[in-house]
């Protein structure tokens, strides 16, 4: 799947499929449930090319018409269509800028602006691309906590409580491996090249 449009506070988004077959519709229906449930989205559309195959349109179409949270349309009924190259935006807000890599459409950036909710914002998105991407629930777990404990050590020491700065993550899935990368322009903290901290001690404690 593709993440298109992602709404700022994440209650919402679009994606696109790029199932081929029946059964790869069906898996990313069911991560796409799974993202809402996790993640509490409210609103999330699907668009599918499943035009030419009318027995999946109408199972497909049958089994989740009912859900008041996915809705799936046909790819030949909407208007959005993504760039091949450059960056194309998913969500761009004074405080959050989310962006996907348009030549290999499997990396997306997330710049926000260091703040007490960055943390628990951009840690949602990581997980919600983690499922976009394609990788299991326990990833898009790990992934979220991973990026929530390090942002929010970041916003505390490193930027001292200071707004002034901003935080990159990017968000790779190459092939079977996902790959985080975390940036930011502020003081480092080392525990063990500071002699005030007693390092030892800590890990004791």
């Avoid at 668009?47 to 009912?66: H, Q, T």
């Avoid at 996907?100 to 990581?126: H, K, N």
């Avoid at 190459?174 to 985080?180: I, V, Y």
Wanted: aromatic share 8%; net charge negative.
């Amino acid at each position: 799947m593709i993440l298109e449009k992602m709404e700022y506070d994440l209650g919402g988004m679009i994606v696109r499929s790029d199932a081929r077959s029946y059964r790869e519709t069906l898996e990313e229906i069911i991560s796409l449930l799974m993202v809402s449930a996790e993640f509490g989205l409210r609103k999330m559309r699907m668009i599918a090319s499943i035009r030419g195959r009318d027995e999946i349109d109408v199972s497909i179409r049958d089994s989740f018409e009912e859900n008041p949270i996915l809705d799936i349309v046909d790819s030949g009924s909407v208007s959005l269509h993504l760039e091949k190259t450059g960056d194309q935006d998913i969500c761009r807000h004074p405080d959050l800028v989310v962006t996907l890599d348009g030549e290999g459409e499997r990396r997306y950036r997330i710049e926000a602006r260091s703040s007490a909710t960055c943390p628990g914002i951009v840690s949602r998105l990581a997980g919600i691309l983690a499922c976009v991407l394609g990788f299991p629930g326990y990833m898009s777990f790990g992934t979220r906590f991973f990026v929530f404990e390090l942002l929010n050590n970041i916003v505390e020491h490193g930027a001292g409580g200071f707004e002034d700065g901003w935080i990159t993550v990017v968000v790779d899935g190459c092939n079977d491996t996902l790959t985080l990368t975390v940036r930011d322009p502020f003081r480092e903290f080392n525990p063990t090249t500071k002699r005030e901290f007693d390092l030892a001690k800590y890990i004791e404690s």
